[in-house]
């Protein structure tokens, strides 16, 4: 699962030792923690991303060497080791629920975003343009 660094920084604050291996691409502003598969599909946390096979979807992360823990892009901000490779989901999800209230409500009011794809969409700026009935458009 992916989060932006300024969320996954408060994240990794609340785990502490709990948390287990992070990659971290300063390229694309994300941290990526490790979890067992089909363990956060019913996630539903604004500014987190579960990266997952759809029908329609093809995600592809990029795992550096293991020795890549600083000096390049991505690199592992917590490094894999004995007790460091997957983390719990419950107490990621936990973590990353507590940041991104924190995190989002320090944000002046009418300036959240909604990420999706790596594109940005003001989170309050969606009006209707048509409003749809049986038979038609009006």
């Not at 999800?93 to 940005?120: K, M, W």
């Amino acid at each position: 699962m992916s989060t932006s660094v300024s969320i996954g920084d408060r994240a990794l604050q609340l785990l502490g030792n709990a948390s287990g291996a992070v990659i971290q691409d300063d390229t694309h502003g994300k941290l990526y923690w490790l979890i067992r598969v089909d363990t956060a599909r019913s996630w539903c946390l604004r500014h987190v991303r579960v990266l997952t096979a759809l029908a329609d979807e093809i995600v592809l992360l990029g795992v550096p060497p293991t020795t890549w823990t600083d000096g390049h892009d991505p690199y592992w901000r917590v490094s894999l080791g004995p007790g460091r490779f997957l983390t719990d989901t419950q107490r990621l999800h936990e973590a990353l629920a507590q940041a991104t209230i924190e995190i989002c409500n320090s944000a002046p009011q009418g300036s959240s975003f909604v990420s999706r794809d790596e594109g940005h969409l003001p989170f309050n700026s969606v009006e209707p343009k048509a409003h749809l009935e049986l038979g038609g458009v009006s």
